[in-house]
């Protein structure tokens, strides 16, 4: 008996959730992807809820026309002001990344304490605090909003990068200690700061005052935690078949989206969402 | 006899164009103004020439529906990427950031070697050295990608965006040495460029060898340039009429608009063009 392959659509903004994709491909590779990276309007993390579930919308709902049976929504923005008009949206199944994020962090986190960094538009939203807080977690939450342009400016292992998020990881446990917080988990709360994990990781050793701090990568889980409900990991070694799309320059995705799934993309069709 | 007041629009990406309806408004103040900031697609510069082309005309011929009778582009990308398409979709006069910039660099330098430096769309698309070799002028570009998003970080005197300027600058000007070229002339080719003028100045202070160099706003100049043919200074004090509208968050234009039109804003209309 042949077992049918599902289809599953992958939405970010940008590149950045390519990383999720990248995670579903091995631990879910018995279903077939979709990726929509909206180019022509990103960041969304800089911009207003309505704006934000007005462009994830209109992304989800052509990803389910092409026919993508599950959502995995990649995008931390947009998890975090749109998941609710999103499910009323489409039909299908959405999975989001902040939901699975805050459940990693309780599974990580000895102290209950948790420290998230994200977009402004995340950060302003308090999704990862109320994820946080149903889960019987106390977060706080920082915007970075330099990370994201470091990173597509390529500077990853670069003194400037080094110096901005020793700048932010410093105010978070500033912030955090203030509180009277003994953190021992940070999650990563947006696709492109997986890049800067080592960058991070070594801020936090620096800026830490006792407690030591396990970094956790919201994309990472998210694949983990939509892989089993989506598809089971295939036997022997199926290659998913992978289809992308953009809605802006096809050339700069491939090229900037190389550095995120780290493997050559080829067949990037061009889109026409509006705007 | 009373003087017919014309309705100019000014059109950026974001609010970085304010800092030309700024110098409009005294410089040209027997007109009225609408200002558009398509907030909910910024920023253009990273984007591609079909995509900026498509979300500038859209823009445009709002500005004409509310009744503008002449267009100043602010945003040197939709200047650099789509003044041409301006043209063919609009009746009204179209004056864009680029030429002003490239006739002001004229006058400015002795040397006929001129900087520019601009987001990387505008750089990608070659549009000041083209300017500037119709001119007679030779021209370096660089693109800066990390400047705007540290104005709008409000990093604005910092150690981290003098770091950053002066990577930039150091690049730019080993570049034009390299070319044998003795620039005296820099080209701000972005909006937001002016809020870093003095970081700017400082840097070439820093790395110049030898030559003096004269920093240029292009968006002033676009100022100066536009007031004579559009409207002349008004008689004593008067007070042109504004109108602002913003694609995104009108509560957000507001907050970041302040810093570049360096007065408070209110009254900004929300529209919808689509996307």
Redesign the interface.
């Known amino acids: 008996m042949t077992q049918r392959i599902p289809t599953v659509g992958v939405f970010d903004s940008g590149v950045g959730g390519l990383t999720v994709l990248k995670s579903l491909l091995t631990q879910a590779s018995a279903a077939d992807y979709l990726y929509l990276g909206d180019?022509?309007?990103l960041p969304y993390g800089?911009?207003?809820r309505?704006?934000v579930a007005?462009?994830a919308v209109s992304s989800a709902r052509f990803l389910v026309e092409q026919g993508a049976e599950a959502l995995v929504i990649a995008c931390n923005t947009a998890s975090a002001l749109a998941l609710d008009a999103l499910r009323s949206a489409v039909e299908v199944p959405v999975i989001g990344v902040i939901e699975t994020g805050a459940t990693a962090a309780l599974q990580s986190s000895q102290t209950k304490d948790v420290l998230v960094i994200a977009t402004a538009a995340t950060v302003e939203s308090h999704a990862y605090s109320a994820g946080c807080r149903e889960r019987g977690l106390r977060a706080i939450e920082k915007a970075c909003?330099?990370l994201?342009?470091?990173v597509?400016?390529g500077w990853i292992d670069h003194?400037?990068t080094r110096?901005?998020t020793g700048?932010y990881i410093d105010d978070l446990l500033s912030e955090a200690s203030k509180a009277g917080m003994t953190a021992d988990t940070l999650v990563l709360g947006c696709t492109h700061y997986p890049l800067l994990r080592s960058v991070i990781e070594d801020s936090l050793r620096a800026h830490a005052t006792g407690q030591a701090v396990r970094v956790i990568d919201s994309a990472h889980v998210t694949a983990e935690q939509a892989a089993a409900p989506l598809a089971p990991r295939a036997d022997g070694q199926r290659k998913p078949a992978v289809r992308f799309y953009a809605?802006?320059?096809v050339e700069?995705f491939r090229a900037l989206g190389t550095r995120f799934l780290g493997r050559a993309i080829d067949g990037v069709e061009l889109v026409d969402?509006?705007?």
């Open positions: 180019t022509a309007r800089s911009k207003s309505a704006t007005r462009y909003p330099l994201v342009p470091l597509e400016e003194p400037v110096e901005v700048i809605t802006d320059s700069k969402l509006g705007g």
